[in-house]
């Protein structure tokens, strides 16, 4: 191949992707979805809800860190379009207020009402309402309902299709809650013991029986983080504990939780999923595949 047909091939194939991005909007969303979810893991909720009524578009998407989003003119003017706006409350996606305020969408429903809430790590060391409820599937099934609710009010005519689409994927909920429980059984009961790099992952640790012992960014947002003398401490109780693994997600690059895992020699599982789905196809692009490739992770890791 001559340099200039290497070239004008390289043109062709440029030219191929990007019209292939243009035909697929922002990741391959909706222009003008009918609902907007501000997380990855409402929109997967909203879309097992919705099934093909009507379509929904994502803020905060794949592997992106919810807590510090900075919302584009794009994403207000899709939030302003839809006909209901679906986000997670209690200071997770805080950052898109101001966005979902000015963008004139007057429906904001928010799908964690109603859930009980543990309190998690703050930088102040006041105990704060942890946000990633999601984490046990009990809530995620209240998630699923008040989105079914919120849709059913937008599109009434649709109720009886989202009501059974609900149904099922609850069900599903419920059986992936017995495999999860089957996978942390089979850990030895003393290596049950869980480091987390930021506080994401409390509501999994209180449904199955792990035990937290502390976390890299001790805070229930990925904003914080630890002093040296808390690192120092986080690294004594490892040791003391004899903790196998430091557990990692994969929205955040977690430096100071590779040095704390390389100090203690122990492993680290730095690709859990917690604040935000997996990209398709990675098993981890549903809210049931999430849950369960982490519990597979974390068998793996403790056994
Ligand atoms: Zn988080």
């Known amino acids: 191949m001559s340099r200039s047909t290497l070239r004008s091939f390289t043109l062709l194939a440029l030219a191929a992707t990007t019209a292939l991005a243009v035909a697929c909007g922002t990741g391959g969303q ?15 909720l909203t879309k097992a809800v919705a099934g093909n009524e009507v379509t929904v578009g994502t803020i905060v998407g794949p592997g992106i860190d919810p807590h510090e989003y900075e919302a584009s003119a794009d994403d207000a003017a899709r939030i302003g379009n ?35 809430l543990r309190r998690g790590e703050s930088e102040g060391g006041k105990p704060e309402d942890d946000p990633h409820v999601w984490h046990d599937p009990r809530n995620a099934k209240i998630m699923v309902d008040a989105i079914a609710k919120a849709l ?12 059974k689409n609900a149904a099922a994927y609850n069900g599903k909920l419920d059986s992936t809650d017995a495999e999860i429980r089957r996978l942390i059984e089979g850990i030895p009961a003393a290596n049950r013991k869980m480091v987390t790099n930021h506080d994401a992952f409390g509501y999994f640790i209180a449904r199955y029986g792990l035990t937290y012992v502390g976390a890299v960014i001790p805070s229930v947002s990925t904003a914080g983080e630890a002093s040296a003398k808390q690192l120092a401490e986080l690294q004594e109780t490892i040791k003391r504990e004899g903790v196998k693994a430091i557990f990692a997600e994969n929205s955040v690059e977690p430096k100071v939780a590779r040095e704390i895992a390389k100090d203690t020699k122990i492993t680290i599982v730095d690709d859990l999923y917690g604040d935000s789905l997996g990209k398709p196809g990675s098993g981890a692009d549903t809210l049931d595949g999430m849950l369960l490739t982490n519990a597979r992770k974390i068998a793996n890791a403790l056994k």
């Open 30 to 44: 909706p222009a003008r979805p009918d609902v907007v979810a501000t997380t990855s893991i409402i929109a997967t």
């Open 152 to 163: 059913s009010t937008a599109f009434p005519d649709k109720a009886s299709t989202f009501a």
């Open 82 to 116: 839809a006909r209901v706006l679906l986000r997670n409350g209690i200071g997770l996606d805080a950052s898109l207020d101001r966005v979902i305020a000015s963008s004139g969408q007057k429906i904001v429903v928010t799908v964690t009402d109603g859930i009980q």
